[in-house]
């Protein structure tokens, strides 16, 4: 098991911690990726694999807006918690374990869209890794498809390499939540240590650490115009509404 896999298996039960309201963030955040399919020419009857679906935040809206989903990710125990969120709003999704790096092994078909959210593709520590990584994916999307992804404002970051990230503070009935993370840079590349202190009914502090390697729109967007990509547009959060920088991509 991979450093990617422990992160995310270790903090699957608390994943939803990190949102002020985190069945209000996958409404939020559907609306949002549904103005960019409409954008891109796409209603409902399109058929979407989200190829790094976490907990199901934006596969459970999605589907919930009627769009046929199919899901997949590393982590088994956040596929189980997506599962059960799934089933919990009433919609049926179709999930997978499957690395987005080997997609055809998991799956024949090819999507009108595949979606990465949240900061998953700069998990690949190589520009290597994230060739093959984008390859996977492009080749599960259809001809005139699209690959839509959000990654953190990297080109920005690497200005300055800060030590941490902002605080979010949620106040809840029971107290309040406090999440933040610490970025330890290498070149490149930072270990980051995810914290949740949870001071609620008792204080409960928790720590997660990951590896993430800084990636540039530059380098993403030539990934992708070389892997079938024939047009790529990045959109950012004053425009979107989105917290992160997205990119659109059609093959």
């Not at 933040?180 to 840079?185: A, D, I, K, S, Y």
């Amino acid at each position: 098991m991979n450093i990617t896999q422990t992160f995310y298996n270790n903090l699957a039960s608390q994943y939803d911690k990190l949102f002020q309201d985190w069945q209000a963030t996958t409404h939020e955040q559907a609306v949002i990726l549904n103005n960019l399919f409409a954008e891109s020419g796409f209603d409902k009857t399109a058929r979407i694999l989200d190829c790094a679906c976490g907990i199901g935040t934006q596969a459970i809206g999605l589907a919930t807006l009627g769009y046929t989903m199919t899901a997949s990710d590393i982590s088994d125990e956040e596929l189980v918690k997506a599962s059960e969120r799934a089933e919990k709003n009433g919609v049926t999704i179709r999930f997978e374990h499957a690395d987005f790096c080997a997609l055809s092994d998991t799956f024949s078909e090819q999507f009108d869209i595949v979606i990465a959210m949240d900061n998953a593709l700069p998990h690949m520590l190589s520009s290597e890794a994230l060739e093959s990584a984008v390859k996977s994916i492009t080749n599960q999307i259809k001809l005139g498809g699209i690959f839509v992804a959000s990654i953190r404002d990297y080109d920005s970051l690497l200005a300055e390499k800060p030590p941490y990230s902002p605080p979010y503070i949620h106040k809840t009935d029971k107290g309040q939540r406090v999440s933040f993370q610490t970025w330890v840079w290498n070149g490149n590349h930072y270990r980051l240590t995810q914290y949740i202190v949870d001071d609620e009914e008792k204080l409960q502090i928790s720590k997660f650490e990951c590896e993430y390697r800084a990636v540039r729109r530059e380098e993403l967007t030539n990934l992708l115009k070389s892997n079938g990509c024939g047009e790529v547009a990045w959109k950012f959060p004053e425009e979107t509404g989105f917290y992160q920088p997205i990119v659109v991509a059609r093959k």
